[in-house]
């Protein structure tokens, strides 16, 4: 059977594929790697629910009451729009959002910038980003990107509230899936993931006490004398300062804070400080996803440098930038021409490293004006089950003046849009690709589409050109043409480089200047750039005590606070919602929410489950497979009780991401984390009572 090669994009991790097509050139299947959202992008194409024409609101918002249009009709109705709204109220006025898929997001950035506004928002206002800028502010580089690339010279991996097994390709095969004999392993993780039974110690945390784990990891660490003083003399900000909090932080209080043994801990800082290399595997969300999340990351990624861990092999290895595109946002120019972005004034560190406005803010600017008003709103793969208190966000969406989207199925605010397009699968599209690849090597590809839209589908960038064209701007979104956006983007790269991925399906490896740089200086051994470069933050070292954030108002140091909303911060409250919730552990069944219509998917998981330890479960009267109405003080959500030991009792875990059950309709929208503006999806309050 004829074959061809393209790019995967069921997640941000790109894996080559192979389509494989019949003698008619009809596609056959997807060849790939053994991944189970591989393999349901032919079901995605050819889903017989799938958006496939431009559809215009006839009914309340809501009703999902539509009908179709033409692609003209459309277009030129939401440019109308858009300016009638700038000229009402000006362009700030008009909020530009991009969720899944992410690769349309230089031309929508580009189209929010152009048209006049800032306030370019994306997903990412609560994911991923605060695990960047926590470590971008303390050590100057990222280490998350690099933290699931395994070395050999490991002898000591401290897993930190991620499972591999679920969350990073290929899955069971990923070699951080099993435990190695010659490799000592530590999980923390309120759920006993199947590498948590493996562990040689695993400390079941209450969710959100994360920071207090790791400062009691410090303590112990200083008073035992493990530190690397030689590089924390040289090297280090506020060490002293930082030691002297940590001293209260002993193993009696924080196993009262956190809900595990004192001798856990005293076993896992021991080995994780004494076994060198040490390395912390880490989640982009599980440690920020609290009213605490930045600082606690801080105190977390801050034992790879008392340790003497920091990017040497077989520790945290930092992420360097290697051959990029050219950017083609236009963010440069928000930030010399435009006024300050959403969220600037209240998350200014945040914003000083994030290119974006904070989406979890844009409820606030719709229904209160508060920071700044927002009346319209174009959006690519939008859900109101993103936002905390998802219930909020719809109504929110209701209240614009116009509302546009594009997707591949309605949901929930799609169904809130006067105007929904039809938007093209990742085998349809083009794309230019750069996967950034582990400490030093990285991957660039250009993947052409294999595939004709499926009725009037279109991909995202080419909307937002065609937009562009329609407000009077063609020659700055290159007449509408995508493969010409994504050339101009390509003009960044190494003249070698962009040549050989127009040329090949298999992309190119490039390499970051810093591997050049060591050897050029003498240093035979490609680790530890800071000899070389110093640490790329304020004071040229690490940050333990930082003067920016106490700037802008902030605990310099890695102070650790109670979740906001729990047994010890409301104690009130947790007699009526006694148990802590906590949502959003991976599965390689779904992407968030993008998978709810596979019915390959749903037969894996084919109901929303509450997982429940079996103490919990029997004074409530909760059966395994039983209904249950999983409530908190914003609602009540149905769910399927999954009666387990592997959550910690007086914990529960919810899925997220499914439209008929969203656990967001039960998360706190209030006390975001004061730094990052994250919401507190992980560690909340909740009850569950029987259906009867």
């Given at each position: ?16 594929i ?81 969720g ?11 189209l ?53 097994r ?73 060490v ?17 804070i956190?809900?595990?043994?004192a001798?856990d ?93 904070q ?26 089950a ?55 090597q990285?991957e ?145 069944f ?98 569950i009572?029987?259906?009867?």
């Open positions: 059977m004829p074959s061809a090669q393209t790019t995967c994009y069921e997640c941000d991790a790109n894996c080559p192979e389509l494989e097509f019949d003698t008619a050139g009809e596609p056959l299947k997807v060849r790939g790697p053994d991944c189970p959202r591989c393999y349901v992008q032919l079901e995605r194409r050819d889903h017989p629910e799938r958006l496939l024409h431009p559809l215009r609101r006839v009914g309340p918002r809501g009703s999902g009451r539509f009908e179709q249009i033409g692609w003209d009709e459309a277009l030129d109705t939401i440019a109308a729009e858009l300016t009638r709204a700038r000229e009402r109220h000006g362009a700030p006025a008009v909020g530009f959002f991009a899944y898929t992410k690769e349309a997001r230089p031309q929508l950035q580009r929010a910038h152009s048209f006049g506004s800032p306030n370019y928002m994306t997903e990412s206002g609560c994911c991923f980003s605060a695990t960047m800028v926590a470590e971008k502010l303390t050590l100057g580089y990222k280490i998350k990107t690099t933290s699931t690339v395994v070395s050999p010279k490991t002898r000591c991996h401290l897993i930190w509230s991620t499972n591999p679920g969350s990073i390709p290929p899955f069971d095969q990923h070699p951080l899936a099993s435990p190695r004999p010659e490799r000592a392993l530590i999980v923390v993780d309120p759920r006993r993931t199947p590498l948590a039974e493996c562990a040689d110690v695993h400390l079941q945390i209450r969710p959100g006490t994360d920071g207090a784990l790791a400062l009691g990891f410090h303590h112990l660490i200083f008073a035992n004398g493990w530190q690397d003083q030689v590089f924390l003399d040289q090297w280090g900000q506020g002293e300062a930082f030691r002297d909090y940590v001293r209260d932080f002993d193993p009696r209080r924080v196993a009262a956190c809900g595990v043994a001798a801990i005293e076993r896992a800082a021991e080995c994780y400080a004494t076994t060198a290399p040490a390395q912390i595997t880490l989640s982009p969300t599980a440690t920020v996803q609290h009213s605490n999340g930045f600082q606690n990351h801080r105190a977390l990624i801050l034992l790879g440098a008392v340790t003497g861990n920091l990017d040497r092999e077989g520790g945290n290895r930092f992420f360097n930038d290697k051959a990029l595109p050219r950017p083609i946002e236009r963010f440069d120019h928000c930030l010399a021409a435009l006024p300050p972005r959403v969220g600037s004034k209240r998350f200014p560190i945040w914003t000083r490293y994030w290119p974006a406005a989406s979890m803010l844009l409820p606030d600017c719709i229904l209160e004006g508060d920071p700044q008003p927002i009346r319209a709103l174009l959006a690519m793969g939008i859900n109101t993103m936002w905390p208190n998802s219930a909020r966000m719809e109504r929110a969406l209701g209240a614009l003046d116009f509302f546009a989207a594009s997707d591949f199925f309605h949901n929930p605010a799609t169904r809130q849009a006067d105007i929904v397009l039809p938007a093209a699968t990742n085998l349809e599209r083009p794309a230019l690709i750069a996967y950034p690849g582990c400490a030093y990285g660039v590809r250009y993947r052409r589409a294999l595939l004709t839209p499926r009725g009037e589908a279109r991909a995202d960038g080419e909307i937002f050109l065609q937009l562009g064209v329609r407000l009077g701007m063609g020659a700055l979104f290159w007449d509408g043409d995508l493969e010409a956006s994504w050339a101009e983007a390509a003009e960044g790269l190494p003249e070698a480089v962009r040549e050989a991925i127009y040329a090949s399906p298999d992309g190119v490896t490039v390499y970051a200047d810093a591997i050049d740089d060591l050897v050029d200086h003498g240093f035979m051994d490609a680790d530890r750039l800071y000899r070389l470069r110093g640490f790329p933050t304020d004071s040229g070292k690490v940050e333990f005590d930082s003067d920016a954030l106490r700037a802008a108002g902030h605990d310099g140091l890695p102070v650790y606070r109670e979740p906001a909303e729990g047994p010890v911060s409301t104690p009130a409250l947790a007699r009526r919602f006694p148990l802590v919730l906590t949502s959003g552990a991976r599965s390689k779904d992407t968030h929410s993008q998978h709810q219509h596979s019915a390959r998917m749903r037969r894996a998981i084919p109901r929303p489950l509450v997982e429940i330890h079996p103490e919990d479960a029997m004074v409530r009267g909760i059966d395994d497979g039983d209904a249950v109405m999983v409530g908190s003080p914003r609602g009540e959500v149905r769910f399927y009780a999954q009666v387990t030991e592997r959550i910690k009792p007086g914990v529960v875990h919810c899925v997220h991401g499914w439209n008929e059950a969203n656990v967001n309709l039960l998360t706190d929208d209030v006390h975001l984390d004061p730094i990052s503006g994250f919401p507190p999806f992980k560690s909340g309050l909740c009850e009572r029987p259906i009867d």
